[in-house]
Structure formats: C-alpha cells, structure tokens
C-alpha cells in the first residue's frame, strides 16, 4: 500500500470551533515565533533592516530615472543620505542590543529629524521631512518584510494554539484553514473565525513535530475532522460533502437577504455583530436591522497608542453612515480578560474574568473613556448610534457612565461641535445585572450570552476541558434570559442577544421561546440564523 | 588626535551655506579620494568626516561660514586642492538651492 516517500493517511479528529470545508497545503506553525515575522535574533533583524534599506536605496534609483532634475536633486541627496552607513549605525547597535530592526530604526532616525528640526536655518530645518521621507520608506518595506515568508494563500494553519491578532494579520479572502492541537471553540479566535467564515477545529490529538510542511490537508467543518495527505477515496468524500454543504448553504443564503419570519409569521430582528469597520464594506444593510454589536477594541489594539477622539470619530461615523438609518449599537471599550490592552488592561490578575474589565476599567480611567463617548456623541450626528456598556454589574455603573456622557454632550455643545445624545443601555452578562434587571434605568439591554454563560456555568469559555457545562441553553441561563425579556417587554425597553448562540441554528428555538425577539449575530452566520428562526413556530412553543 | 599631512581652508561664499545640494557635491567628490578628509566649520572643530553627507549636513555651515579642511593619506595634497576648488568655484554653479537666489557669486 505505501509506495515511495508518500506518508499514509492521517485522520484525526477535533471539536468544532468554525465550520465550513478548506483544502490547501498545510503550514506548521509554532506558537513563539512561527509563520509571522515578530522580533527576531539580532542577526536577523539586522539582516532584515540591511535588506530594507537596500530595497529603499533600489527604489529611489527607480523613482530618480523617472523625474524631473528638480526631483532627481532631492532623490540625490535622499540617496546620498541613505548609503552613508553613518545614519544607520545607531539603528545597528541598538539592534544588537536586542531593539527589534523597525524600533531601532525609527529611534535612530527620529533622533536625526530632531537635529534638523532643530535647526536656525529655515534650509536645514527644510531637510527634516527628507528624513522622514527615508525614514518612512525604510519602515514601510521593514513592516511588509518577512524574515521567513508567511502562509500561502488558502493555507491550512496547523499548530498550538493561533492568538487573535495572528489571525487578523493573515489574508482569509484566498480561502484556508485552522486546526488546533489545543485551541478552544468558544474564544475569540473561534469567534473571528465564525464572522470570517474560515473553517477551525480545534483540541486535535496530532504530533506537530511529524507534520511534513506543504503536505495536502482536509478540514471538515461539519465532521471535526482534519485529514493530511488524503487518499483519492477520501478526496472524493470530502469533496460531495463539502458540495452538499455548499447547497444548504445557498439555501441558507436565500433567508439571508429576506427580513426574518418565524414558521407562524412573527418578524424577528436580526442583526450584526462586527468586530473591525471592514467588515461591513462588502455588505448590504438591507440584508439586517442594524448592527447589534460593535467591538470598539479593534480600535485600541494597535501599537501606536490609545486612539484618539478623531479616530474613533471617523470610525464609527463610518458606521453609522453604513447603517443609513439603523440602529449601531457601539460597545464602549471591553478590554481586560482575554482582551488584554498593553498599558490599559491590569497584569497578573489571578481571575482576569472577574477582574478590571468593561465598564469597570473605563470608569477607573475616565480620561479614555471620555474620548470614546465623545467620538460617540459626535458619530450621533451621523445616524442611530447606541452605546451599549460592558460588563456592568450595579445600577451605579450605569449612572456614573451616564453623567460622563453629560458632561461629554455639554463639552462637545459648548464647543459647537455638531453631537446628538445616543441612546444609553448595557449588555447584561453579568450574573446580578441579569437578576436585578429591573434595578437598571438603561434605554436598551443586551445578552451577552458567552460571559453570561461562563458566569453563570462557573465554566470558563477559554477552557475546552468544561466545555460541556458552558451550555448556554442551560435551563438556568435560559431562565435569566427569559427574565431579562419578559421585563424588557413589560416596560417597553429593546432586549436582544448578541453573544454566539444567537448565531447557533441549534439554540434558535430556545431562545426565542425565553421570549427574545431581537438577536445580533456574526456576518457569516445570518442566513443560518434567519433560516433557523424560519422553522420555529412561536405559537406552538411552551 | 591623529596626525594629518595637509591642512586648507576655503571660504565658503556659497550663497545659502552648505545645504543639500552643496554637501551631496561634497561628500561625493571626497569620496574619491583614498585619504581620509575631514571638515570642520572652525579651526577648532568640530571636525566630521568630509565621506558623510550625514556628518556633514550636522555641521550646518550656514552661508559665509569659513569651511576648514584636512586630509591624511597619499593623495591628501590633492583632495584639499579638489575641495578648495569646489568651494571656491561655488559647487560649480550651484548658485542657489532651493531655488534661493544667489549673492556673492564669484562667476556672476
């Protein structure tokens, strides 16, 4: 049977964090450095930055060949600039220091820009933006460089365990596909692998080490299954099941696009949850009722520091506009737990779960929050922004965030800044929100149904080994949720849920027979969750 | 401090100083020589190596400034006179940078 170098198949099987079918060579990951550039040895930094001031020398030629003499003057002296190894001698020492190659060039070239700006002669002082033009050029080509060439497009990432920002930093446009020796189904990751649609299993038994890099892999969604260096046999299998399921899914896509209807007629609203403003440029809104969710971290995990009010103002009025009229809930900044912020977030909380996070950290740092509400207000202008509030426990927590959104509208009206008042209402994942629900004055609340669950379950999302108690059709979750809606609907104020078992077919019916009729759900999980809520007969449910 | 073979100065009557353009002109012709140039604004120093448009352009020598030069090596004699010439010959019609109008030129 074996002939050759070919491996035999391997098959193991996982749990389902994403579903979905993805074919491609794999790429072995490892979880410290791995398929994505981070900070390399010093040699190798050194290296890197060498080759991208070698490139940036290479693209000066080119520009020079093609200007004017006047242009060819400054290139001239940007060239000489950059050749003198003068100005990246410091750059050099501090990379053998152990300074990452893009940091020690900056530094060294910001100290240089700091001379000329400081210089009394208006031609001196002139050259400062040369020499931020090198240095830009230089970084750029440094932060597209890799030292070892990242994934093929429409790869299956293997490895340990993939952290959320590596998963943003690669392209899913080309197809792909996880799976996880550990990993979990219910963390972030799992979560942005839903909105994207890239297939992810995760808890497979497999040895890394004897995975040859490139060889043909399978993962299938719907079976937890990764298959390396399959046989024609299972090839074919593979490919009638992901066929199959192709058909279901344009059935799916049928209820995507048409507004939600239960079995017996009662319209359910259906909206998004986003996580990045991206995600909603290759969208139609008429396909939702707006945007359920924001995840405003995606603004604060950069590495250039908090975002300012400009920033986040542009971003959400991006939103809003998108939205033409619908309601964007905007979630204030969740950091903390498994969103950790460098800078913001605490360290070495023992429970960083039950820790400074939500709406506790932004009261704790009124001066951030305060930029949020601001751009918030002024993105009001714009269209039907609501801030939703994480995290909040007490009725207090609730109101001191109301008088900092005072004091924000008196600010920005003071100032003539056009500004509306948005809506004010919370999420309600935290158990004693749930409970005394009614102790809230909030104009909307919203279930966050995975920390609502974990604290309820005392099961953590992150944790696959308590996987099963992390049930939220749990009758004692379902119990809370159907609280929260009976009072919503008695006082006449918006219930919804936003966490992932709205988007789940398999919990559809529960939910709304807790008495939901507003959920909020990934992109990629509407036409799912719209063809689910078609089968439920409202009426016949208990 | 090392010994230099030759030493020169040049008045620098350059209109704008030794700015971009002068100093790419400068760094480039000491470049081909063997010796090892420097330059200064001073007698006294600061002297930077005359091969370093970087070093050079720190030196920020505003118009008027008297430039100083020496050399060390075989051809030292020969890079003071190529440098003095430039100087004098003003960059070699290097009038102006920036488009700034020039005073002063020795070949107007």
Redesign the interface.
């Known amino acids: 049977m074996r002939k050759g170098m070919r491996m035999a198949e391997l098959r193991v099987t996982g749990r389902v964090a994403s579903g979905g079918f993805a074919a491609g060579p794999v790429t072995v990951f490892s979880t410290g450095g791995g398929a994505i550039r981070g900070a390399g040895e010093p040699v190798a930094e050194a290296q890197a930055l060498r080759d991208a001031i070698a490139a940036a020398l290479e693209q000066l030629w080119d520009l020079a060949a093609n200007v004017g003499s006047d242009g060819a003057?400054?290139l001239?002296?940007q060239t000489?600039?950059l050749e003198?190894e003068?100005?990246s001698e410091t750059a050099f020492a501090a990379i053998g220091a152990g300074v990452t190659a893009d940091r020690a060039w900056r530094a060294a070239l910001d100290a240089?820009i700091g001379?000329y700006e400081a210089?009394d002669?208006v031609?001196?002082k002139?050259?400062a933006s040369?020499l931020r033009d090198i240095r830009d050029r230089v970084a750029g080509i440094l932060s597209g460089a890799t030292t070892e060439p990242g994934p093929p497009a429409g790869a299956i990432l293997v490895g340990e365990d993939l952290t959320p920002s590596r998963f943003l930093s690669m392209d899913w446009s080309g197809g792909g596909g996880i799976a996880l020796t550990q990993g979990s189904a219910s963390g972030h990751v799992a979560t942005l692998a839903r909105a994207r649609g890239v297939p992810m299993i995760v808890g497979l038994d497999l040895d890394l080490g004897g995975l040859a890099q490139r060889a043909d892999a399978l993962i299938d969604g719907a079976s937890a299954t990764l298959t390396i260096e399959p046989e024609a046999a299972t090839r074919d299998d593979f490919a009638a099941r992901a066929r199959a399921a192709k058909t279901s899914r344009s059935a799916a896509d049928e209820f995507r696009t048409r507004p939600a209807l239960t079995a017996d007629g009662t319209p359910i609203a259906v909206c998004i949850n986003i996580a990045d403003p991206a995600e909603v440029e290759t969208l139609d809104p008429r396909i939702c009722d707006g945007i359920g969710l924001v995840r405003t971290e995606f603004l604060f995990g950069d590495k250039h520091g908090l975002p300012d009010e400009e920033t986040q103002y542009q971003a959400y009025r991006r939103l809003a506009e998108w939205a033409a009229g619908k309601p964007v809930t905007i979630r204030t900044l969740d950091a903390g737990a498994d969103k950790p912020i460098a800078g913001l977030t605490l360290d070495h909380e023992a429970n960083p779960f039950l820790g400074m996070r939500g709406i506790r950290l932004s009261l704790a740092k009124p001066e951030i929050f305060r930029t949020q509400l601001r751009a918030l207000c002024r993105a009001a202008a714009h269209g039907a922004v609501e801030i939703m509030l994480p995290m909040v426990a007490l009725p207090r927590e609730l109101e001191l965030a109301r008088s900092h959104l005072d004091e924000a509208l008196i600010g920005l009206q003071a100032a003539g800044v056009p500004c509306r008042r948005p809506e004010l209402g919370i999420m309600v994942e935290v158990p004693a929100a749930a409970i005394t629900v009614d102790a809230f004055d909030a104009a909307f609340f919203s279930i966050g149904s995975n920390d609502l669950t974990q604290y309820v379950m005392a099961a953590a999302r992150d944790s696959d080994a308590v996987a099963e108690l992390n049930d939220p059709s749990h009758p004692a979750v379902l119990r809370l949720i159907a609280q929260v809606a009976a009072y919503g609907a008695r006082v006449g104020r918006k219930v919804s849920l936003c966490g992932d078992a709205g988007g789940e077919p398999r919990f559809i019916e529960a939910l709304l027979a807790a008495g939901l009729r507003a959920l909020s759900v990934s992109a990629a999980a509407l036409g799912s969750a719209k063809e689910a809520i078609a089968r439920v007969n409202i009426g016949g449910l208990g | 401090m090392d010994e230099f073979t030759a030493t020169s100065s040049a008045p620098l009557t350059n209109s704008i100083g030794l700015h971009a353009r002068p100093s790419v002109k400068l760094t480039k012709l000491a470049k081909t020589f063997i010796s090892r140039i420097e330059v200064a604004p001073d007698e006294n120093g600061p002297w930077v190596d005359a091969k370093s448009i970087v070093k050079v352009m720190a030196v920020k020598a505003a118009k008027g400034t008297t430039l100083h030069f020496r050399a060390e090596g075989p051809d030292a004699l020969a890079a003071l006179a190529a440098l003095r010439e430039l100087v004098a010959q003003n960059f070699l019609g290097d009038e102006a940078d920036s488009g700034e109008d020039a005073q002063g030129n020795a070949h107007g």
């Open positions: 003057d400054i001239a002296f000489a600039m003198d003068t100005l240089e001379g210089a002669d031609h001196f002139a050259r040369d």
